[in-house]
Structures are given as C-alpha cells and as structure tokens.
C-alpha cells in the first residue's frame, strides 16, 4: 500500500489478481452500459466512454442531469462489493463502471461529490485492462499523475472530494480497454423525497 502525503488517497496494486481481473472483464461485456448525452457549454454531447451503475435497491445515482437506475448486482460485482466491506469495513452500497474502449475516451476534471454520497465518505476505484494515467489537481493548483495499472486499487479518502478535482485523459497509444469500477456509498431512496 502506498499512502500520498499531499493528496488524500492510498494505492494497493494488484488488490485482485490477473485471473479474477480476467473474470471480471469477461462478465463486464454482459453489462448494460449506455452512452448518454450531456449538455456541455449549451451542446448536447455523448459522453467519451460507456457506463452502467449497479447498487442496492433504491440507491439511484444522478450526476450532470443524469439519472442512473440501480441495476441488480452482477456475481462477481457482488464478490467484489463484498472482498471491499471485509477488508475495510465500509458499506459501499452502489458502483459506477466505466468502460474505456480506447486511449481516445476519457473523463474531464471533476470531483464524486453528488449530494447522494454519504458525508465524509471514501471512494473505492479498481482499474482493469490497459494501463491508464489518472490526474489529480487541487484547489491550490498541485497536480499528480498517478499510473494505474491491471487489478490497482486507489481509495479516495474524504476530503479528497471537497478539494482535488481528478481525470482520466486521453492516450492516443492506448488501444486496449480499460474498466474502472467506483464504489460508493450512496444515500438510499435520496431521490424520492
């Protein structure tokens, strides 16, 4: 494990093994990802990457006017979910997958910090597949690049959130997949009251 002094993170490479990451991808392909559109500066875009939101009953997730229904936890999803809460106690209750095709899809600066998300909470991001930079900056202008790789875990820990912004910038060399499956605990039926 490797803990940043400046930046409220801890890296565990290799968290899940070659094989099981292999697993994963496999089962991934079955998932129901979309590509929606957004509004950005006044257009209405594709988001640069598939997504599919999996959580407990009731935990639908919204970002960027998106409304994301809780889809049933696939097997190894939930062995996952489960491999995080005895490791580290915490009840993460939904996961957003994002799925890469390439090295020209990407994510833009942003922070998780959806109301939905329980207060003072920590994010849990596993990569899987290609290798993929991960950029980081906070509200004073620091940046780091982080290289996460196959099976790496990077927990985000509060107040990562609050005050760095991160991204996942495009790499033209890259022509593989990468996954990227963010556990969270969400607020459950937030967006029925």
Not at 7 to 14: E, N, V
Not at 150 to 175: N, T
Request: with cysteine.
């Amino acid at each position: 494990m490797t803990k940043s002094a400046i930046c409220p993170i801890s890296l565990f490479p290799r968290y899940i093994s070659q094989e099981f990451s292999q697993q994963l991808q496999d089962e991934s392909r079955t998932y129901p990802f979309t590509q929606p559109q957004i509004r950005h500066f006044g257009k209405s875009i594709a988001i640069p990457r598939q997504q599919a939101w999996f959580a407990d009953l009731g935990c639908d997730y919204k970002y960027s006017s998106l409304m994301m229904t809780a889809k049933p936890w696939p097997s190894l999803l939930a062995q996952l979910r489960q491999r995080l809460i005895t490791d580290f106690g915490t009840p993460v209750n939904g996961v957003l997958v994002n799925h890469y095709r390439h090295g020209a899809e990407s994510m833009g600066w942003h922070s998780d910090n959806e109301a939905e998300i329980v207060d003072n909470s920590d994010i849990y991001s596993i990569s899987l597949g290609a290798t993929r930079d991960f950029l980081l900056r906070h509200s004073n202008g620091e940046k780091l690049t982080i290289r996460l790789h196959d099976g790496d875990l990077l927990i985000m820990h509060y107040p990562m959130q609050q005050e760095w912004q991160h991204s996942l910038p495009k790499r033209a060399r890259v022509q593989t997949s990468r996954w990227n499956f963010t556990f969270r605990q969400v607020t459950p039926y937030f967006h029925e009251s």
